[in-house]
């Protein structure tokens, strides 16, 4: 039997409740739809860090992003990555004979680009930046982070032309194994689609997120300062609407970008020797507790992500187990390949979510600050509490059945001290499991403690 393809796609701050599949909010991801009718659909996915570098070092490497010194974004303060001298799925899939092409903006490590793990083929983010330009001419764009209308055509944006790219690929190389890592850039804000996606949703249609109208009380005072730094204050969901309006007509137009690829699959025969990965680095605010990005906070939406694994072997299911999705790439394709499976991996294999093999019952997740200053938390999710440890400023606790939206933290309620303290204790010896630098540290008899 022919060896499988790997084709591994991620998307840059979706949410998990905005993919169509979820059955949540109104955004069409008929693309999207499809891999998670014909795979497996995870309803519990979780970033182990959300922000950008972090995560796809995660994805790389299966290994917990602070216990390599991944604290945030290499480019933001220099820090610790993957080092290409240590062997990840790429290289192995590059020893095993197969093709390996990274398309779309490398962000996996500090220390080298894609060709230093592996890769022999790259997209040149350089040489579209000038064709645009001179196609184009120099673009104004209105709206800042908010976004704005794009006036360039879908055709020539970015994501299409990266997933063009991955397609050319495939059709290329169609009946040698290969692997293609299609690393999109949306829908990450500023938000600007292109016709006809960005009139597509109306800002009149737009619903408030769970957690919009947060006052912030009893939580700790980085997350009102995240709103000053933003210069949100007083802002209404009018405000925001537009802006989610324009973030669920990229997340369409990456959709259709997705789908050029699909097909692709189909008319070269590829599809049904292909392990297809869908997963999001984190999610996005986009006006949820009235801020904008993803910093300062584990807040589900920027903790849960869409995270979709097809290939005929494994047929579809809707997984409810908590799976932490950038760590599982690595030892799920080194699984469906046939490869060696790494001990240092931190994550598991899909099929241990499918097959009867115990795995955890929550979701870890970290997070270090970054873009106004640092502030480290560590926080534990399961099917109806989140705890997150902060280790600077007062806890978060949230009973998620009965708040959503995580509006309202009850770390300070008696009720649930024992919850938290079952949690606490959790969450440390994942964390030490993982290498967690301040897992062991003197600091880390406060987790659980709700102080």
């Known amino acids: 039997m022919a060896k499988p393809n790997v084709l591994f796609i991620v998307c840059d701050q ?18 999207i739809d499809t891999l998670a009718e014909e795979g497996l659909f995870f309803k519990n996915a979780y970033t182990p860090l959300p922000v950008c570098a972090p995560s796809r070092q995660a994805m790389l490497t299966g290994v917990q992003p602070d216990s390599i010194g991944a604290l945030f974004n290499y480019n933001f303060i220099r820090t610790n990555g993957a080092d290409p001298k240590v062997p ?25 680009g894609p060709e230093a793990f592996g890769y022999t083929q790259i997209f040149d ?18 709206g800042s982070w908010f976004g704005c209308s794009n006036p360039v055509k879908f055709e020539d944006t970015k994501t299409y032309r990266i997933c063009d790219s991955a397609a050319q690929f495939i059709r290329e190389n169609a009946g040698e194994p290969w692997h293609v890592w299609l690393d999109l850039t949306d829908p990450h804000l500023p938000c ?89 680095d984190h999610g996005d605010t986009s006006g949820d507790h009235g801020m904008m990005d993803k910093h300062y906070i584990l807040y589900d939406s920027v903790v849960h992500v869409p995270f979709i694994v097809r290939h005929p072997s494994l047929g579809h299911a809707v997984v409810e187990k908590f799976a932490c999705s950038s760590l599982d790439v690595a030892p799920t394709v080194e699984k469906i390949v046939g490869m060696s499976a790494q001990s240092t991996r931190h994550g598991h294999a899909v099929t241990d979510y499918i097959d009867g093999t115990e795995t955890p ?87 659980g403690l709700g102080e």
């Open 361 to 447: 019952d929550f979701a870890v997740f970290t997070s270090n600050g970054q873009q106004f200053g640092l502030f480290t938390q560590r926080g534990i999710r399961t099917e109806k509490y989140k705890y997150i440890w902060n280790l600077t400023d007062v806890d978060e606790f949230y009973v998620l059945d009965e708040d959503p939206g995580e509006l309202h933290n009850q770390a300070k309620n008696p009720e649930y001290k024992s919850v938290m303290k079952e949690l606490g204790e959790k969450l440390i010896a994942e964390l030490k499991r993982r290498g967690d630098p301040f897992a062991s540290s003197w600091v880390a008899w406060q987790c």
């Open 125 to 142: 983010m350089g040489a579209y930046n000038r064709e645009i330009s001179e196609t184009y001419g120099a673009i104004h764009y209105e």
């Open 14 to 31: 979706l949410r998990y409740d905005s993919v169509g599949y979820a059955g949540i909010h109104p955004v069409k991801t008929p693309n």
């Open 192 to 280: 600007r689609p292109s016709a006809p996606y960005d009139t597509m949703y109306k800002a009149e249609d737009m619903v408030p997120w769970p957690g919009f109208g947060d006052t912030f009380e009893g939580k700790p005072y980085i997350q009102k300062k995240q709103i000053e730094n933003w210069h949100l204050e007083g802002y209404t969901w009018e405000d925001f609407a537009p802006t989610a309006a324009r973030y669920f007509g990229m997340i369409t137009q990456t959709d259709a970008a997705i789908g050029r690829v699909l097909d692709t699959l189909r008319q070269t025969g590829e599809y049904d020797n292909t392990l297809i990965i869908l997963l999001s």
């Open 88 to 112: 990840t799925w790429v290289s192995e899939l590059r020893d095993n004979g197969y093709k390996c092409a990274f398309t779309g903006h490398w962000d996996a490590s500090p220390y080298g």
